[in-house]
Each structure stands twice: as C-alpha cells, then as structure tokens.
Nanobody, 118 residues
Framework: VQLVESGGGLVQPGGSLRLSCAAS????????MSWYRQAPGKERELVAT????????NYADSVKGRFTISRDNAKNTVYLQMNSLKPEDTAVYYC????????????WGQGTQVTVSS
C-alpha cells in the first residue's frame, strides 16, 4: 500500500498550490480520502474530506472557500487545490485513506511540505 503526496513547495501569501496524492495497493474507490496538516509544534488537524464516490466533501472552517478537495477514482488520485494561501497554512500536508464499512482500515502518506512566506 502506498500514498504518495506531491505538489508541495514554497509560495507567497495569496498564491495557489495543488497537492496530489497517488494511491496504490488497495481499492481506492472504496475509501474515503482526507487531507490533514501538521504545523511545527501543533497537533495534526483535519483539513478536508471527500467520500469514496466523491459526492460529499467537508472542510475545516479555516480553509472553507479557499481549498477544494477532489478525486479521480480512475486515476486513484486525490487532490487538494489551495488558493489564497496564508502564512498560517504552512504545514506538512498528509494524505489519508479510511475504510469504515465492516472494519476500520487507515493508510497515511509520508507528507509534503507547504510553506507560505514572502
């Protein structure tokens, strides 16, 4: 099983980034997918979630209206479009997969660094 994030980097305040998470080794279309982030000295927090079929999304209040989560089940990939980035969005962003029908199974990616700074 692998979740491989990409697309992180350094961006100026107000800029945009698109994170991708490529999944392999499990039935991607059966899993809800999420993006979490962890800033230095802080706990990991949930940023956005998308249901297995992509019909339902949820966002943390801090990113509503700025971030968009989406998925392509044909490509086994989940995305996070981040617009109007702020310095407080600086964190390591992690991709997460969860299966919760008959049991709970969780997978995590290794993370990608996003730094918002001028």
């Amino acid at each position: 099983v692998q979740l491989v994030e990409s697309g992180g980097g350094l961006v100026q305040p107000g800029g945009s980034l698109r994170l991708s998470c490529a999944a392999s080794g499990f039935t991607f279309s059966s899993y809800a997918m999420s993006w979490y982030r962890q800033a230095p000295g802080k706990e990991r927090e949930l940023v956005a979630t998308i249901s297995s079929a992509g019909g339902t999304t949820n966002y943390a209040d801090s990113v509503k209206g700025r971030f968009t989560i989406s998925r392509d089940n044909a490509k086994n990939t989940v995305y996070l479009q981040m617009n109007s980035l702020k310095p407080e969005d600086t964190a390591v962003y992690y991709c997460h997969a969860v299966y919760q029908i008959f049991s709970r199974i969780d997978y995590w990616g290794q993370g990608t660094q996003v730094t918002v700074s001028s």
